[in-house]
């Protein structure tokens, strides 16, 4: 198993389990998970039954990606606002707070952050690692940061509440859902602006392309469905409806695009969607409230963020049962799957 240890540094302490054991093999892939509530992401070898590692990053940690060594996660200041919350009464948001935390694994902690515009949720990143495109929620917008530059070059306007933004397969289009509007938001790369509209479902919130690019699915929270988008035509092709009461949320798709893994939120389950039939296949209950997913490198596991239970679900994709729930910090929301 993994060594773990803990520095104290001022009030802050740093947890650092990245030196194996001689006993144990390295992992083929490590599990990390950003946990909005605690402000810390947890490291997981989905061979130990337990975390190995936590990383402080800030406030309010949500969108993760990688690129190479190299982790990207949103940080927000802006305080969480549930549906039905009335906003009037939370308090200020703390701006500073607000940006991209870099971490750097090899030294497993936040080595800089970025300015990404006001309240950063999700984010895309490009295939070649130099660009960021970044849903601020609470200015209705998208910013364009430059890595390398280390700036936002632009901010395009989208629909209120801007959550999942997905780079399309050719990386010639950025699609960004709109909670509030319904809508999901087409941007043309090249021409820097939002080149059409089209309006989904209630509460949009992720989108997923097949690998070809051909379609794109939009998972619609409040509307027990998903929506088919024809990306060649940008249009609605047809709805998908799921069963009343789930809430789609979270996908992950396997590499040759055959299916589609599904979280719902309060429906605690994860669907598979055969794309050819575009079917409900099979489901499993995975946890309480399960958002954030992903597989691993050989697709025979999922994991899953169950934000009010604090833990992360392993699911055996072959028997479709979960086989171990491993403690996280406060509130897990994203996951993200690198091979070592």
């Known amino acids: 198993m993994f060594l773990t240890r803990s520095i104290l540094v001022g009030s802050v302490v740093l947890a650092s389990s990245f030196a194996a054991c001689t006993r144990a093999p390295k992992p083929a892939y490590l599990v990390y998970v950003t946990n909005e509530g605690s402000g810390d992401m947890t490291v997981i070898d989905p061979n130990q ?21 190299t982790i990207y996660v949103a940080l927000s200041g802006s305080p969480a606002a549930p549906p039905g919350v009335d906003e009037s009464t939370l308090p200020p948001p703390d701006k500073s707070a607000d940006g991209i935390g870099v971490v750097d694994l090899a030294q497993g902690k ?3 952050k970025l300015f990404g515009g006001s309240d950063p949720e999700q984010f895309a990143l490009s295939k070649d690692g130099k660009f960021l495109y970044v849903s601020n929620e609470d200015a209705s917008g998208v910013s364009i940061i430059d890595l390398t530059a280390g700036k936002v070059l632009n901010t395009l306007p989208t629909g209120e509440e801007p959550e999942g933004v997905t780079i399309s397969p050719d990386e010639k289009f950025v699609y960004v859902t709109s909670e509030n509007d319904g809508t999901v938001s087409i941007i043309d790369i090249a021409a820097g602006k939002v080149a059409k509209t089209i309006e989904v479902g209630k509460r949009p919130r992720s989108v997923q392309f097949l690998p070809d690019g051909s379609r794109a699915y939009v998972t619609n929270e409040n509307g027990a469905n998903i929506t088919v988008l024809d990306c060649k035509k940008q249009e609605v092709l047809r709805t998908i ?100």
């Open 49 to 69: 039954p337990q975390a190995v590692a936590t990383i402080p990053l800030g406030k309010r940690p949500r969108g993760i990606h990688a690129s190479g060594r």
């Open 110 to 112: 936040v080595v800089r």
């Open 241 to 340: 409806a799921l069963e009343p009461g789930l809430k789609p949320m979270g996908q992950a798709m396997t590499k040759d695009g055959s299916k589609l893994y599904v979280s719902t939120g309060r429906g605690k389950k994860v669907l598979v969607i055969d794309t050819a039939t575009e079917k409900v296949t099979a489901s499993v209950e995975a946890g309480q409230r399960p958002w954030g997913i992903a597989l691993s490198p050989d697709e025979k596991l999922l994991f899953t963020a169950n934000g009010p239970s604090d833990d992360v679900s392993v699911i055996d994709l072959a028997t479709m049962t979960v086989v171990r729930k491993i403690k996280a910090g406060e509130k897990p929301w994203g996951v993200l799957v690198l091979a070592q």
